[in-house]
């Protein structure tokens, strides 16, 4: 088994990088293809982290005229919120630089507003900005691609994306997918497969936000990416899984943790309908928080952006689960 935290090459053109998202290390990750002649980025975090990014770009010699476009796994604020600004920046540079995404993720960036305010009330003012591009950017910044087919990239002998439909945890999540040779080396799960702020165990975190959360659906997109076992996984939060075995086992891990973590949030609140009652029963068990953050997180991130992001997780199922309604952002019609 190997998590891989640090950034760099981890798989021959395949880059990690680290946003430094509210300013803390292994927080949200970014990744990058780079052949020497072409890059494609996969996600850019807030508008805060554009700044890092380019930087990782430079680091890695990653010139951004050669930047062909950038990747979307969902519009959250911590995955696309940044990209306006990333667009607007690497256009300079190369006029032809695109935003790569579905037609979903597209609306959902361009009206951003209700999903900004329940943002900020979890996490405050480093959420970012998130403004649209304007009509006439936008005819010009956006490439809308379908699933399932081969993305119009001229990547290095035998590479080729294609963008996998993944949701659950937001109802446009999709998981781009890179093969070699028809192999399926890695799949950037983003937030489909929950997190992993564990560097030495794989004891996944839910990633079961509200309001959009389906557990069902995310149940499914789970069978999905256990299906195309890819040799590497990405994650938002944070790093990678290498190895077939390992990042299988992640996967399997996870559904049954997400399945076992429901549960008890149904039993919770069958014996005391708070949801201070159910954080607390889930603290007592190794569905918990303390149970699952790794020690490094323990020793170098703000414990309240955990115990934030926690009780997020929690309120999503239950909102699921009809117990609780969405606070700010109105859900989709199923």
């Known amino acids: 088994m190997t998590i891989i935290t640090a950034p760099g090459e981890i798989y021959p053109h395949l880059y990690l990088f680290d946003t430094l998202q509210f300013t803390t290390p292994r927080i949200t990750t970014s990744f990058a293809y780079w052949d020497g002649t072409t890059c494609i980025l996969l996600d850019v ?35 696309s919120g940044g990209v306006t600004k990333l667009w607007r920046k690497i256009s300079k540079k190369n006029p032809e630089f695109k935003i790569f995404t579905t037609a979903a993720t597209q609306q959902k960036l361009q009206n951003a507003g209700e999903h900004l305010i329940g943002a900020k009330t979890t996490f405050g003012e480093f959420v970012g900005e998130m403004p649209p591009l304007t009509t006439e950017e936008a005819q010009h910044a956006y490439s809308l691609i379908e699933y399932d087919k081969v993305l ?18 937001s109802p446009d999540h999709s998981s781009p997918l890179l093969l070699h040779n028809n192999k399926p080396i890695f799949l950037f799960c983003g937030e489909a497969s929950g997190t992993l702020y564990n560097g030495k165990e794989l004891r996944s975190m839910p990633t079961s936000m509200p309001p959009n959360f389906k557990y069902e659906i995310y149940n499914q997109s789970l069978d999905k990416m256990r299906h195309i076992q890819p040799e590497i996984i990405g994650l938002c939060h944070f790093g990678a899984v290498s190895g077939k075995e390992a990042a299988m086992k992640f996967l399997t891990d996870h559904q049954v943790y997400m399945k076992d973590f429901r549960q008890m949030i149904i039993t919770a609140f069958a014996e005391n309908p708070s949801t201070r009652h159910v954080i607390t029963r889930l603290k007592a068990t190794s569905l918990g928080l303390e149970s699952r953050v790794g020690d490094y997180y323990k020793e170098h991130a703000d414990s309240q952006y955990f115990q934030n992001l926690f009780l997020a997780v ?12 969405s606070k700010y952002e109105t859900p989709e019609k199923e």
Do not use: A
């Not at 929690?314 to 309604?325: E, I, Q």
């Open 314 to 325: 929690t309120f999503g199922v239950m909102v699921d689960l009809g117990y609780r309604k």
């Open 45 to 79: 975090g807030t508008s805060d982290n554009v700044r890092q990014l380019l930087k990782n770009l430079k680091k890695f010699d990653i010139p951004l005229e050669k930047v062909q476009g950038i990747l979307l796994t969902h519009y959250h604020f911590d995955h």
């Open 152 to 169: 119009p990239f001229t990547l290095d002998d035998g590479y080729e994306f294609k963008l996998i439909s993944t949701p659950g945890h």
